[in-house]
């Protein structure tokens, strides 16, 4: 292990050698950068040991691939030439992903409360799962009853690379999709608003905006959801503040202020005050454009 030149040709070795059959699984799966570097691993940590008898160790540490419980299930999609069987490989994918996401519902079920103090071994998978729209739908809720946990369970989500795929789904203009993602979110800036330079950064308070525009005589609970994202995403932090004042959030929360409809749900028009309150925060040009718009009804 000591000759890094040697290990890290065999690692290139392996990757090269099995790089017509990852690009052939890239093809048929989609693009999905993650998987690639997962398969590659497995693939290097194989080749490592039937040519050289070596053991792989990573910082912070993976799950061999020996020891993996996916090891039979990997071993069986993976002879079966997705080139030559591909309505069968896509078959295996299909059925794989359905078991993973029952046994992440089961520990959620029961696994949780027997032993607190290990993780799901599944949500890596879950958040692959996502980007298979046949399942998306149920691995958004399964992820949404995880988040609920508390702050742990939203640290090890994001730990695993939850962030980009919600932040990509919240592109997705499906009403249906879009609550799942809207309360994903809600539970991460709950437990973690260090996330808010983040999203700022990647311009989705204008989808939380028009999202609380397209939901607000429909569903109360999303519209509340999506203003307590907003004033979360504004709380001391003048570049949210500028972003939202920009893209009109001050006139929506004055407008909805005046509704006579949301004056009898009281939890909307408090939220709706606090998401002012955290646009004008030291801010002196929100304070002005909110006084006109309250001047010009």
Known sequence: MANVGFSGRVLLAAVFLHLPRLQEWRTTIGENLVMMFHVSYLMSELAWWWWCGIYTNTTNSLTSFFLSIHYYSFILLYQVTPKAHPTLF???????FRNQLAAFEVWLDFGRTANPARPPEQLPIVLQV?????HRIRALMLLRRFLDLGPWAVNLALSVGVFPY?????????????????????RIMAFDPSCQTDLIKDKAHHHFISHLG???????????????ILAA??????????????DGLHSLCISILQSHEFKKVPLMQRWIILCIAQLCWGFPEAQVYDMLSVLSL
């Open 90 to 96: 896509m078959n295996g994918c299909d059925e794989c």
């Open 130 to 134: 996502v980007l298979s729209q046949a």
């Open 166 to 186: 919600a932040l990509k789904l919240l592109q997705d203009p499906t009403p249906e999709l879009r609550q799942h993602v809207v309360g994903i979110w809600t």
């Open 214 to 228: 397209a939901v607000l005589h429909v569903s109360p609970e999303q519209s509340v959801m999506a203003v307590f």
């Open 233 to 246: 995403m504004q709380r001391r932090h003048r570049a949210g503040q500028a972003a939202c004042l920009k």
